[in-house]
């Protein structure tokens, strides 16, 4: 490749390009909002933090922390790691600024970029974006049910309704070392391989999510978390989805679920959209009711949720559906002359600062070529001026669908042009 060679954007990292950028935008703001509606508060934490943290966080054995993470020495020759999720830096964030000594539960809600050194396909992304909620410091069925909530209802509010909620519990101290040496004792009865006996010793649950055929077949009858909870534990997760009935909110009971992150207990989610092929999480959550002690805080419970912003859109396009803004702008102006250039650069500004959309064609264009510029960036009402209009004192307001135009005085433009648009 010579030098002069054009770049060329990092393997497997979207880029968003209007319009297009748009959907993206819409579904990011409305699962945020979701969220804040439901009072969690905003955080934004770095991009990068210290390696064992989510090695200590997210867990060893997971593929994030052994396969995926990007990590790096900076030239202070301390290992830090793009980070991969969420959880465990917000986790890290109320441990060190102590917002668990305040009320509790502590709610907050984050959206941005994560960073796993994924194989790239359809859906699956090396720079890949959530919105997500922590709710940390109460251990309350009602509040795992509003987590869920929240995320039901952002997905509605983009009009998305191709999804279904899985949910299950993954137990606690009390009920799932038992369960594990069960799971094991299974597994360890059947002919695995070297590399998945290994996995079986060090996280037997991860070999239920083997996904090729013959190891499928042989724990189609392994003994399931579900069937073995502590009566605490079952008590949970019967109120969670008491809750959810309660709520309307529709969930199917998968007991194989494994997620791919190793602080979960008791309640375990995720939502699934068959619109998307192979990668059809569309978000992703549960309770991690040791992290907080194992990242060096109190013994405090949290829950929360990560939703896939890049695949939401993904679903809204596989669904046919569109969110946000088609349009650029509200209005464009055509100046065709100096002096009309100076008045409409002006008017452009004072409705810009009514909060009204407008862009203006630059670059001294003809009136065929404007009026097409015009027409591709959505606006509704174009404003054609030529040195003569302004002479007389006058703005031609057209309206782009019905092409009908009336001259309006410069003074009035602002206000003409608002009382048009909230007709
Ligand atoms: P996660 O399931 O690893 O959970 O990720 C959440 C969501 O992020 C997934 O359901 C998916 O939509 C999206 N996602 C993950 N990896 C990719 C990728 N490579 N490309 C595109 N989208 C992707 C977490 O990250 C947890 N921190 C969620 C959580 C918060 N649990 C408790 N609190």
């Given at each position: 490749m010579s030098d002069s060679a054009a770049f060329q954007g990092p393997k497997g990292v979207p880029d968003y390009l209007p319009p297009d950028s748009a959907q993206f935008v819409a579904v990011r703001d409305g699962l945020l909002d979701a969220a804040r509606r439901a009072g969690y508060g905003d955080i934004e934490l770095p991009i990068f933090e210290d390696t064992a943290l989510f090695a200590?966080?997210?867990?060893?054995?997971?593929?994030?922390?052994?396969?995926e993470m990007y990590t790096f020495a900076d030239r202070g020759e301390r290992s830090v790691t793009l980070r991969p999720e969420g959880t465990a830096g917000v986790m890290r964030a109320v441990i060190q600024h102590g917002l668990d000594r305040g009320a509790l539960p502590v709610k907050l809600?984050?959206?941005?970029?994560f960073f796993r050194y994924e194989r790239p396909q359809a859906g699956r992304y090396r720079q890949l974006q959530q919105v997500g909620i922590e709710a940390i410091g109460v251990d309350d069925p009602a509040l795992d049910a509003e987590v869920i909530a929240v995320a039901d209802a952002g997905f509605r509010?983009?009009?998305?309704?191709?999804?279904?909620?899985?949910?299950?519990?993954?137990?606690?101290?009390?009920?799932?070392?038992?369960?594990?040496q069960l799971l094991q004792d299974f597994l360890f009865?059947?002919?695995?391989d070297e590399a998945t006996r290994k996995r079986a010793e060090i996280n037997p649950l991860r070999v239920l999510d083997d996904k090729r055929p013959?190891?499928?077949?042989?724990?189609a009858d392994a003994p399931v978390m579900l069937d073995h909870l502590?009566?605490?534990?079952?008590?949970?997760?019967?109120?969670?989805?008491?809750?959810?009935?309660?709520?309307?909110?529709?969930?199917?009971?998968?007991?194989r679920m494994v997620r791919g992150l190793d602080y979960y207990t008791k309640t375990t989610f995720e939502f699934v959209h068959d619109g998307l092929g192979a990668q059809s999480g569309i978000g992703g959550g549960g309770r991690y009711d040791g992290l907080m002690s194992q990242l060096g805080g109190q013994d405090l419970s949290g829950i929360g949720f990560g939703l896939g912003v890049d695949r939401t859109v993904l679903a809204l396009a596989a669904e046919g559906k569109s969110v946000g803004a088609t349009s650029r702008v509200d209005v464009f102006g055509v100046p065709l002359g100096e002096q009309a250039k100076s008045v409409l650069v002006v008017l452009a500004a004072k409705l810009r600062a009514a909060g009204v959309r407008v862009d203006l064609a630059y670059g001294d264009r003809g009136l065929k070529g404007a009026m097409r510029a015009a027409d591709r960036s959505g606006a509704v009402l174009a404003l054609?001026?030529?040195?003569?209009?302004?002479?007389?004192?006058?703005?031609?307001?057209?309206?782009?669908?019905?092409?009908?135009?009336?001259?309006?005085?410069?003074d009035?433009?602002?206000?003409?042009?608002?009382?048009?648009?909230?007709?």
């Open positions: 200590r966080g997210v867990g060893e054995s997971t593929d994030v922390v052994s396969k809600c984050y959206s941005g970029p509010s983009l009009g998305l309704d191709g999804f279904r909620l899985e949910i299950t519990s993954l137990g606690d101290d009390t009920c799932r070392p038992a369960y594990r009865k059947l002919d695995l013959d190891v499928r077949a042989m724990t502590s009566e605490s534990a079952k008590a949970h997760f019967d109120t969670v989805l008491a809750h959810l009935d309660a709520l309307g909110v529709p969930y199917v009971v998968n007991p054609v001026a030529g040195d003569r209009d302004i002479e007389a004192g006058t703005v031609g307001v057209k309206n782009l669908g019905s092409g009908e135009q009336v001259d309006v005085a410069v009035s433009v602002v206000a003409d042009v608002l009382s048009r648009l909230s007709n």
